[in-house]
């Protein structure tokens, strides 16, 4: 795909986006790892959208306890 179909499609699909912080990253309190450092990395998931996966306490957990290790990320 050209950049500039890549670049038309966005347009049509740009408009239709609702909350677009959802996808931004840097949320508050979030960690950077680097990632080529770490050789263990986990995804969290929630099955909801992001307003409400992200306030969950058990996730937050989860994200913390394997953040606070050296060897692991969770993202």
Do not use: H
Not at 5 to 12: F, G, K, S
Not at 14 to 36: C, F, I, M, Q
Request: hydrophobic share 35%.
């Amino acid at each position: 795909m050209t950049p500039e179909q890549i670049e038309r499609r966005l347009e049509r699909l740009l408009p239709t986006v609702a909350k677009p912080g959802r996808y931004t990253g840097g949320e508050l309190n979030s960690l950077v790892k680097d990632w080529d450092q770490i050789g263990t990395r986990v995804c969290l998931a929630f099955p909801d959208v992001y307003d409400i996966g992200t306030p969950n306490l058990g996730l937050a957990i989860l994200y913390d306890l394997i953040n606070q290790r050296p060897d692991l990320l969770a993202e």
